[in-house]
C-alpha cells in the first residue's frame, strides 16, 4: 500500500497504531464493564500499542489496506447474558473505529489542514478506523462480525455454523487473494467516507 510513498508510512503508521489500539481496548472494557475480568488480568484493559498489535495483521494492513490486531481474549461465562455480552463485546471495536473515524475527521475539517502533513494525518486516522471497523463487521470468523452474527443467531444455526471457525482465516485469505473481499468492501468503506465528508463538512 505504500511502495508508491515509502515517505507517507511515517504518517500513517500512528493512525494506525489508534485504530488498533482504541479498536481491542474497546472489546476490553466492553467486556471489563459486564462482569468479565479476563481482559484486565491479561493486560488488555490498556492503551499502550505493543498489548494489541499482531505483527501479521498490522503487516497485512500496511501492505493490502486490510488486516487485524491481536484479539482480546473473553471469558463469556462471567457475563449474566452469554449471548448479548458476546455482542456487546465484539460491536464495541468497531463503534469505537467508527467514532474515532467520526471525531478525526471533524478536527480534520476544523483545522483545514488538507495539504500538509497534518491533512495526511487525519486522512489515515479517518481511512483507517473506517477500514478496520467495517472489516471486521465481516461476519467470518474470527472478525467481530461472526460473533454478532452467532449471538443474533438461534443456536441450532450457531451448532451449525461452528464448524467455520476452523476455516474462517482460509476463507478470508482466498476471499483477499482472489479480490472478492476488496470488491465487497471498497464501496462500503467509500460510502462511509463519503457520509463523513457529509456530516463534518470536509472539503476534499
Known amino acids: 500500500m505504500f511502495l508508491r510513498d515509502p515517505s507517507a508510512f511515517i504518517v500513517a503508521f500512528p493512525a494506525i497504531l489508534i485504530a488498533i489500539t482504541f479498536h481491542e481496548y474497546a472489546h476490553g472494557k466492553m467486556a471489563s464493564i459486564l462482569g468479565d475480568p479476563t481482559p484486565a488480568r491479561t493486560g488488555r484493559l490498556s492503551l499502550n500499542p505493543l ?3 499482531d505483527i501479521y495483521g498490522t503487516l497485512m494492513l500496511l501492505i493490502v489496506g486490510f488486516g487485524w490486531a491481536k484479539p482480546v481474549q473473553v471469558n463469556p461465562m462471567y457475563f449474566k447474558n452469554r449471548r448479548k455480552g458476546m455482542v456487546l463485546t465484539a460491536l464495541a471495536g468497531p463503534a469505537m473505529n467508527m467514532t474515532l473515524a467520526y471525531f478525526a475527521a471533524l478536527l480534520w475539517a476544523m483545522t483545514g489542514a488538507y495539504n500538509s502533513m497534518l491533512g495526511q494525518f487525519f486522512f489515515y486516522l479517518v481511512w483507517f478506523n473506517v477500514v478496520l471497523g467495517i ?7 474470527p472478525l467481530d462480525g461472526s460473533k454478532i452474527l452467532f449471538g443474533a443467531l438461534p443456536n441450532k444455526w450457531v451448532v451449525k455454523l461452528a464448524p467455520l471457525q476452523n476455516y474462517g482465516n482460509i476463507i478470508l485469505i482466498i476471499l483477499l487473494i482472489s479480490g472478492i473481499l476488496g470488491k465487497i468492501l471498497t464501496p462500503a468503506i467509500m460510502f462511509i467516507m463519503n457520509v463523513l465528508n ?3 463538512g470536509l472539503t476534499i
Open 51 to 53: 498489548k494489541h498489535l
Open 198 to 200: 457529509f456530516l463534518v
Open 135 to 141: 472489516f471486521n463487521l465481516i461476519p467470518i470468523p
